[in-house]
């Protein structure tokens, strides 16, 4: 079992940041990749970016350039960033962080961002 609990969004103008975080406990060794997603209403929940037990990382062509994906580990649980810089209207969703293991993967419970003037 793994356990993921988002934290970190709200309500921002257009241009401002946010950092959101994803703290992930339970049996973190066997994750091999974790992953922000975000779904806005009425659409699909689609990826915005990922990073491997390795380190490696991938973006959603959305994100490149404003979007940033970090990590920091400690031996009880691993707590994943996303920094979003020149957030947009468009950038409103509720947030998603995901974490695959071999044959099994994990949701968080979301966290909403809204970007509004």
């Known amino acids: 079992q793994v356990q993921l609990v988002e934290s970190g969004g709200g309500l921002v103008q257009p241009g401002e940041s946010l950092r959101l975080s994803c703290a992930s406990s339970?049996?973190?060794?066997?994750?091999?990749?974790m992953a922000w997603y975000r779904q806005a209403p009425g659409n699909q929940r689609e990826l915005v970016a990922s990073i491997t037990s390795g380190g490696s990382t991938n973006y959603a062509d959305s994100g490149k350039g404003r979007f940033t994906i970090s990590r920091n580990r400690d031996n009880a649980k691993t707590t994943v960033y996303l920094q979003v810089d020149s957030l947009n209207p468009e950038d409103t969703a509720v947030y998603y962080c995901?974490?695959?293991?071999?044959?099994?993967?994990?949701w968080g419970q979301g966290t909403q961002v809204t970007v509004s003037s």
């Open positions: 339970g049996n973190i060794f066997r994750i091999y990749i």
């Open positions: 995901h974490a695959a293991l071999r044959g099994d993967a994990y």
